[in-house]
């Protein structure tokens, strides 16, 4: 129901942002003598409309003056519309929210040969009044805008704040080069972001956009705040693979709020599952942690912070629900931290996006990829389980995660042949790929194994690369480690301690003598017993892994901050034209990239994918609601300012070409013009159609 609200609202707004721009035109028309036959609302059946002389009707009032007096308003002069008392405008409402008009005598958008010789028909009137009525729909939207953004900004908007929560390993803010070299490569969590090549950043939305509209392969300056103190990083975007959007590879600050946004209740409630303790307390969206082991906290960073002070021991986590009130402390266990292993060529090209080719392991050793969840709309909801861990993808044997996702992606539209291991028994499977390269399932990696997926030999370490101790090992994919130095090992956590122990008992180099069984499908499984040699760079990097927070990040609610006026009008409206001049940029901006390649085509929405964007901001509040119509206001004086034929721009054009040749583009070059320009409106609104149900759809 509260999805059919916001729906409702934001149609509604959306309606209203159409009578404005229609309005102008309308007033316009009036004082500049122009005769408006008509002023609807949608487009398509008239539903109702109203005329003087002819008063509410069902449908059109036109029938009913026609079926009086033989023929139609607009057909009659003024004289006989005052002597009849008839009404010289039609106001109606159409079937097809999403559009509007207004009907001068001498105008009509697709018909440019609808001239009329009446004194008080458009093409009469002087060109400097047509210049005022044609722009007057933009400037009725752009006013509207500033407007909503003066409400807005008097009330006060909350955004995510301009704050990074996380880093992605191995992405650009990760790598980030610093102007002081003191102040040590990457952004940080924590970090708040003040500037963006010289532009304030005010939200975490501002960063994004910053990202994504950066020209491709050019670095963008960053100010930060890092501990009170300013400094300055040179970031360069990259293609992030799933949006297809240049991104830096950061996510927005985080509370310790569950998240109870009505699009993410499902999935926040299915990771519930998988802690039994937080199910049992009755820990539920929207829920928020107070305190860890009787400590305050109130974001995210301090519960990573506490679980790398925890030395891997339950955290007691202090629980609150705002709604009841209810509080209750629940022991929580920490997952162990492993090495980040990223292959020294770890970034490839797929599809022309740039996909990291990370993985978590030890030493050079890498577990193999599970099945954590099949997604109800997946492709593979009957062939891959929950629990399944890939044995081999195609010609691939033992795949990494990474591996994995990458050789999918880089196979879409396609069945691909697999081995999965299912409750200990090798099954093929058949496994498909959308157009995408996706699967429906998400991965995680097999730590409670011994079995092995192929191991990484060589690792990039920043500028340079350094060989893996696992190199030496000659490990073939799908060995099993049995023990290390004579000591069992029965998975991947186990090996993570007894190497965290020989890393603190030793600075120096050290060989470890590790037993692999090789695979083997005779019921001898043959084992190899090697040596490797732990350098002190693995040393430290083992001497560095610690414990994580166990729920992630993206299941808290956002860090948020207020865009307010703080209640002054003045202040209000500056803001309100500041924002509109942004919105006006992002859009030619947003033109650019798209032809730069930067920003696909898959990208743009349309009055669909507006619709349901509307209500997901629903959920935010009315203010929100009020901030989104004035971006969508500002949009749409944009759009119909572009020179496009049977656009608002369009017709301007035609107007200064009337200026300087003395005389209006011929009838049959305004004809081919309205045709192609209705041709180029159709073919973008079926593009824009297609993208929005194929997201909703996906």
């Given at each position: 129901?509260?999805?059919?609200?916001?729906?409702?609202?934001?149609?509604a707004?959306?309606g209203?942002?159409?009578f404005?721009?229609?309005?102008?035109?309308?007033?316009a028309?009036?004082?500049?003598?122009?005769?408006?036959?008509g002023?609807?609302?949608g487009?398509g059946?008239?539903?109702?409309?109203?005329?003087?002389?002819?008063?509410?009707?069902f449908?059109?009032a036109?029938?009913?003056?026609?079926?009086?007096?033989?023929?139609?308003?607009?057909?009659?002069s003024?004289k006989d519309?005052?002597?009849?008392?008839?009404?010289?405008?039609?106001?109606?409402?159409?079937?097809?929210?999403?559009?509007?008009?207004?009907?001068m005598?001498?105008q009509?958008?697709?018909?440019?040969g609808?001239?009329?010789s009446?004194?008080?028909s458009f093409?009469?009137?002087?060109l400097?009044k047509?210049a005022?009525?044609?722009?007057a729909?933009?400037?009725?939207?752009?006013?509207?805008?500033i407007?909503?953004?003066?409400?807005?900004?008097?009330?006060?908007?909350?955004?995510?704040?301009?704050?990074?929560?996380a880093?992605q390993?191995?992405s650009?803010?990760?790598?980030?080069?610093?102007?002081d070299?003191?102040?040590?490569?990457g952004l940080?969590?924590?970090?708040?972001?003040?500037a963006?090549?010289?532009e304030p950043?005010?939200?975490?939305?501002?960063?994004?956009?910053?990202?994504a509209?950066?020209?491709?392969?050019?670095a963008?300056?960053?100010?930060?705040?890092?501990?009170?103190?300013?400094?300055g990083?040179?970031?360069?975007?990259?293609?992030e693979?799933i949006?297809?959007?240049l991104?830096i590879?950061?996510?927005?600050?985080?509370?310790?709020m569950?998240?109870?946004?009505?699009s993410?209740l499902?999935?926040?409630r299915?990771?519930?599952?998988?802690?039994?303790?937080?199910?049992?307390?009755?820990?539920?969206?929207?829920?928020?942690?107070?305190?860890?082991?009787a400590k305050?906290?109130s974001?995210?960073a301090?519960?990573?912070?506490?679980?790398h002070?925890?030395?891997?021991?339950?955290?007691?986590?202090?629980w609150?629900?705002?709604?009841?009130?209810?509080?209750?402390?629940?022991p929580?266990d920490l997952?162990?931290e492993?090495?980040t292993?990223k292959p020294?060529?770890?970034?490839?090209a797929?599809?022309?996006?740039?996909?990291?080719?990370?993985?978590?392991?030890l030493?050079?050793?890498?577990?193999?990829a599970?099945?954590?969840e099949?997604?109800?709309e997946?492709?593979?909801?009957?062939s891959l389980?929950?629990?399944?861990?890939f044995?081999?993808?195609g010609?691939?044997?033992?795949?990494r995660?990474?591996?994995l996702?990458?050789?999918?992606?880089?196979?879409?539209?396609a069945?691909?042949?697999?081995?999965?291991?299912r409750?200990?028994?090798?099954?093929?499977?058949?496994v498909?790929?959308?157009?995408?390269?996706?699967?429906?399932?998400?991965?995680?990696?097999?730590?409670?194994?011994?079995?092995?997926?192929?191991a990484?030999?060589?690792?990039?370490?920043?500028?340079?690369?350094?060989?893996?101790?696992?190199k030496?090992?000659a490990?073939?994919?799908?060995?099993e480690?049995?023990s290390?130095?004579?000591?069992?090992?029965?998975?991947f956590r186990?090996?993570?301690l007894?190497?965290?122990?020989?890393?603190?008992?030793?600075?120096?180099?050290?060989?470890?003598?590790?037993?692999?069984?090789?695979?083997d499908?005779s019921?001898?499984?043959?084992v190899?017993?090697?040596?490797?040699?732990?350098?002190a760079?693995?040393?430290?990097?083992?001497?560095?892994?610690?414990?994580?927070?166990p729920?992630?990040?993206a299941y808290?609610d956002?860090?948020?901050?207020?865009l307010?006026a703080?209640?002054?009008p003045?202040?209000a409206?500056?803001?309100?034209f500041?924002?509109?001049?942004?919105?006006?940029?992002?859009?030619?901006?947003?033109?650019?990239r798209?032809?730069?390649?930067s920003?696909?085509?898959?990208?743009?929405q349309?009055?669909?994918g507006?619709?349901h964007?509307?209500?997901?901001?629903?959920?935010?509040?009315?203010m929100?609601?009020?901030?989104?119509?004035?971006?969508i206001?500002?949009n749409?004086?944009?759009?119909?300012?572009?020179p496009?034929?049977?656009?608002?721009?369009?017709?301007?054009?035609?107007l200064?070409?009337?200026?300087?040749v003395?005389?209006?583009?011929?009838?049959?070059?305004?004809?081919g013009?309205?045709?192609?320009?209705i041709?180029?409106?159709?073919?973008?609104?079926?593009?824009?159609?297609y993208?929005?149900?194929g997201?909703?759809l996906?």
């Amino acid at each position: 129901m509260s999805a059919l609200t916001g729906f409702f609202l934001v149609l509604a707004g959306f309606g209203f942002l159409i009578f404005i721009h229609e309005l102008g035109h309308f007033l316009a028309a009036k004082w500049a003598g122009i005769r408006a036959d008509g002023f609807a609302i949608g487009m398509g059946p008239c539903l109702g409309s109203y005329r003087k002389g002819a008063g509410l009707c069902f449908g059109s009032a036109d029938a009913v003056i026609v079926r009086k007096y033989g023929k139609r308003p607009i057909e009659m002069s003024d004289k006989d519309l005052d002597n009849l008392r008839i009404g010289e405008t039609e106001y109606s409402l159409r079937a097809l929210p999403l559009g509007g008009y207004v009907r001068m005598l001498g105008q009509e958008d697709g018909n440019p040969g609808a001239v009329s010789s009446d004194a008080r028909s458009f093409n009469r009137a002087p060109l400097g009044k047509r210049a005022v009525v044609i722009l007057a729909g933009i400037t009725a939207n752009l006013v509207l805008a500033i407007v909503l953004f003066l409400i807005a900004f008097l009330v006060g908007v909350r955004f995510p704040a301009p704050r990074i929560g996380a880093v992605q390993i191995g992405s650009p803010a990760f790598n980030a080069t610093p102007v002081d070299p003191k102040n040590g490569v990457g952004l940080r969590a924590g970090d708040t972001v003040i500037a963006i090549d010289g532009e304030p950043a005010r939200t975490f939305i501002d960063v994004r956009l910053s990202a994504a509209m950066a020209k491709p392969d050019t670095a963008l300056a960053f100010e930060i705040e890092r501990d009170g103190a300013r400094m300055g990083y040179s970031v360069t975007p990259i293609v992030e693979p799933i949006s297809g959007l240049l991104s830096i590879g950061v996510d927005s600050s985080r509370v310790t709020m569950l998240t109870d946004v009505r699009s993410s209740l499902d999935s926040v409630r299915t990771m519930l599952e998988v802690f039994p303790t937080l199910v049992a307390a009755g820990v539920q969206p929207g829920w928020r942690i107070d305190s860890v082991d009787a400590k305050p906290v109130s974001n995210y960073a301090q519960l990573t912070a506490a679980a790398h002070a925890s030395k891997g021991e339950p955290l007691a986590l202090t629980w609150s629900d705002p709604a009841s009130n209810a509080i209750t402390t629940v022991p929580l266990d920490l997952e162990p931290e492993f090495e980040t292993l990223k292959p020294a060529s770890a970034l490839g090209a797929v599809q022309g996006a740039v996909v990291p080719g990370f993985d978590a392991g030890l030493v050079g050793l890498a577990p193999l990829a599970r099945v954590r969840e099949v997604v109800a709309e997946s492709l593979n909801h009957e062939s891959l389980h929950k629990g399944d861990v890939f044995l081999r993808i195609g010609s691939l044997e033992g795949p990494r995660v990474s591996e994995l996702m990458k050789s999918l992606r880089s196979t879409p539209n396609a069945a691909i042949p697999a081995l999965v291991l299912r409750d200990g028994v090798e099954t093929a499977v058949e496994v498909r790929t959308d157009k995408e390269g996706r699967v429906g399932v998400f991965l995680e990696p097999a730590w409670d194994l011994r079995k092995m997926a192929r191991a990484v030999e060589r690792v990039s370490t920043g500028e340079s690369a350094r060989d893996t101790p696992a190199k030496s090992l000659a490990i073939i994919p799908l060995g099993e480690f049995v023990s290390l130095d004579g000591e069992p090992l029965a998975d991947f956590r186990a090996l993570r301690l007894r190497l965290i122990e020989r890393a603190t008992a030793t600075d120096e180099s050290t060989p470890l003598s590790l037993r692999i069984g090789l695979r083997d499908p005779s019921p001898n499984a043959t084992v190899t017993e090697s040596t490797m040699t732990l350098t002190a760079a693995d040393l430290a990097s083992l001497r560095e892994l610690d414990y994580e927070f166990p729920i992630p990040s993206a299941y808290f609610d956002p860090e948020f901050t207020v865009l307010t006026a703080h209640g002054n009008p003045l202040e209000a409206v500056a803001m309100g034209f500041r924002q509109t001049s942004v919105m006006i940029e992002q859009f030619f901006l947003t033109l650019d990239r798209i032809g730069r390649g930067s920003i696909g085509v898959e990208q743009l929405q349309g009055p669909v994918g507006i619709l349901h964007t509307g209500t997901q901001v629903a959920d935010e509040g009315l203010m929100y609601i009020v901030f989104f119509l004035a971006l969508i206001s500002v949009n749409l004086a944009v759009v119909n300012a572009l020179p496009i034929p049977i656009a608002d721009g369009g017709l301007f054009a035609f107007l200064i070409y009337e200026k300087i040749v003395g005389r209006p583009p011929s009838i049959a070059f305004q004809n081919g013009a309205a045709i192609a320009g209705i041709a180029f409106v159709a073919c973008l609104f079926l593009l824009t159609f297609y993208n929005d149900i194929g997201r909703l759809l996906s």
